[in-house]
Structure formats: C-alpha cells, structure tokens
C-alpha cells in the first residue's frame, strides 16, 4: 500500500475511534473526569462549594448508569487546585454535551500540536510523522485520558514548550510556565529542582513566584474556606491502590495498607520509610544528573518526568501519555554489556514497560470474588511499567553517543508489531463496543 494510503488508513482509523468516544459519552453514556470538573462549575453556579461531593442524579448531565449499578461505581471527588476549576469555570456555563465537544476537541488539537513538537527534536528515535501520530493517538493511556476528559495530553504540551525554553536557553520563559503549571498540578513543583541545583537563582524566584501566584489567585474568587476544603480531600483519597495508579505511593498502599483494597501487609510504617527514601534518592537522582550533563538540559528534564510521575501519589495513568518522549530518548541508548544476556533482558525489559503501561485495564476491578493475588498484580502493571522506565532511562545515562546501537531486540519492527497488535485490538474492541451501545439504543 502507498504511503499517502496508509496515512489516510491512519488518519480514519484514528478519527472513528474518537467519534465514537466522543458521540457516546457527549449525548449517552457520562461517566467521566470531566463530569467532575463540570459539576464543581456547577456546584459554583449554584453557589456551592466546588468540592462538594458529587452525588448521583445531582444534575442532568450525571446519568451514567443504571441504578441498580451505581453501587458498585463511586464518583470521585474534583481534586483539581482552585486555579484549575476557575480556569475551566466557562465551559459550565455551556450545556453539557457542548462542553464536552469542545474540550475533548481542545485536548486532540493539543495532542496534535505535542506530536509536531516531537517531531523536531533531533534526540529522539526518528519516526515518521505517521508512525509518531499512530503510536500517540491510539495509546491506551492517550485514548482513555481523553475520552474521560483528563489534561494528560495538555499537559504534555506545556511541558513540550517548558522543554523548547530551555533548550534555547530561555531560563526565564521556562520558569514562568513550569511555575504556572505547578500551580494547576502541584507534582509538576518536582521542577523546582532543576533551577536550584544549575543555580538559576532569578529563574528560580520566577518558577516560585509564578507557583505562588497561581495557586492564591482564586482566593479572591472562592474565598479561604475553598483551599482549606481542597486540602481536606487530599488528606481523604483511599483509592491511591486503584488499577489507575501508576506511582510508587499507589504500589506501597497495595503492599502495606492505606488504601480501599486489602493489603498483602498491614503495615504503614515500612511504607513510610520507603518513601521518603525513594523521595530522596529521586532528589539525589535529579542532582547528580545536572551534573553529569551541564550542557545538556534534556536528560534531567526527562529524569524529572519520570519521577514526579514516580513519587507523586496521584500518578494516575492519564498523565502517561508525556511518557512518549521518554520512551524516545531511550531507545537507541542502551549500556553495553560484556555479555549477550545483559543486551537480552535490556531489550526486553523496554518491550515490557512499553506494554505495561499499554495494557487497556480500567479503574474498577470485577464484580464478584477475586483472588488476592490478581488484583494485586492486575493494579500493578502501571507501576511496573513505570519502574521499568526509570531504570531503563537512569542506565541511558551511563552510554557514550559513539557506542549508540539498536540492539535485536529493539528492532523498531518488532516493537511496532507489538505495540500496534495491542493498541490495535483494544480500538478494534473499541469500536465493536460502541456500535453494540449504538445498536441498542436504536433498537431498545
């Protein structure tokens, strides 16, 4: 097939998918994020607190399911920052299906303009704009946070642009929009460190100033009560065990408790002790990397990514999708090994975080009696993925540019094989589970 048709194969493969997601959640079926930062508007419109809990039936637009089935699915809580609710606050004067037209056409034109972003930078593994796109738009972190409405590919953007600042030296520029972003999503504040430890010092009371800024401003919208609200329900989240968690916070309440689901080990105090060391050794991490590469901001940049995604108990899946450039950058780098089985496992090892984080689990668990076992590893995956990453980037650090090899197992035709098989039949499911809906509601 011609290249211009396998693009246009692509392109409609691409676009039925999220026409479907778009139509169904838009005029049927809601069960979304966006719900959640619609009703807190709403909750403010009617003069309410935007962090009130979201009750089912509370407005119009909040008829997911059947209810003899909303017992089984709780509505989370909106846990956006004041800034972000009042930044969002005019979609709620929209009605509902039009509000969530318009963002999800908001978040695609940013995923969009993030893949052209990708395309320019000359450290990456080359991918031809098809390629890039497919491999984006049909990820199963890109799709699910989409169709829920979650900013994981707006944030991918800001932090595209944060990136191109730095590179040209833009010190200043960059900190004014990591600043802002911290602001609307307070585990970007990681970025603090890159600016304290290359002694940025001007940069660094901007980054400060523009987080301090942002996150006060609303107080004039919502009054003090709202942030003493907002920080209550960050001190009440029991669902860090969740499937969609990817953190390392979210891996240690699976294992020692502090969460919804059963733990293997009643025990916090080791979980504790776990992660502050982890938290100090991502520090120590960041550190040691700035020095290693002073010239060269990507590398850290990439390594405060992955670890404030890593650290950041509300690590969930939707924000993956920033995780393509990592997966770029470390793939014509590998150590060399004295031996064949080290280029093996290494090899495999990148297959398995690119699946990992790529296996189309969803955040409620099946109804009825499992075993233990397989919720633990099933809500796993993610974190697994994730902790794969990390260490595979952490030991991209360590290779020379002239020993840059691709090795057997990393033969972009293998991993697309893979890759596109998975994301390929989950669309597929996709698409049959849509016209099924479709094919009742027409027919009910």
Known sequence: M?????????????????????????????????????????????HQSIYLPVDWGAFPHIRALPPILQQHFVLSPNLNPPGFSLLTMWLSLLPFS???????????????????????????????????????????PVVRGIAIGQLGVALMLVLLFALRAFQREQWKKAAVILGVLAGFKLFCGMFVFIFLFRREWRALQLFVLS????????????????????????????????TNNASLYGFLTRVFGGSTVKPLIDAVGPAVLAYGVAIALGVYWIYRTIRQYPENILPPFLLTIVLMLWLSPLAWLYYCPILLIVFLYVLPRYPRF???????????????????????????????????????????????????????????????????????????????????????????????????????????
């Open 98 to 140: 039009v509000a969530y037209i318009l963002w999800v056409g908001l978040l695609l034109l940013c995923g969009w303009w993030s893949v052209r972003l990708v395309g320019e930078q000359k450290e990456f593994y080359p991918l031809s704009p098809m390629l890039l796109a497919a491999a984006f738009f049909l990820a199963y």
């Open 211 to 242: 987080f301090v800024l942002t996150f006060s401003l609303p107080v004039f919208i919502f009054g003090v009560k709202v942030y003493q609200e907002y920080f209550y329900i960050l001190q009440h989240i029991y669902w860090y065990a969740s």
């Open 2 to 46: 011609p290249r211009a048709s396998q693009g246009r194969v692509v392109f409609v493969g691409i676009a039925l998918v999220y026409l479907l997601i778009i139509i169904q959640r838009a005029f049927f079926s809601n069960l979304t994020d966006f719900d959640i930062f619609y009703t807190a508007s709403q909750h403010f419109l009617h």
């Open 338 to 444: 004295k031996f064949s089985l080290g280029t093996f496992f290494y090899g495999r090892a990148y297959l398995a975080s690119v699946l990992l984080l790529n296996l189309p689990f969803t955040l409620n668990l099946p109804l009825g009696e499992v075993p233990a076992s397989f919720v633990f590893g099933k809500n796993s995956c993610y974190f697994y993925g994730l902790t794969g990453l990390l260490v595979l980037l952490l030991s991209s650090f360590n290779v020379k540019e002239e020993d840059y090899m691709l090795p057997n197992s990393l033969r972009p035709t293998i991993i697309g094989t893979l890759y596109f098989s998975l994301t390929g039949l989950y669309s597929l499911s996709l698409i049959l589970t849509h016209l099924i809906f479709f094919a009742k509601v027409i027919y009910a």
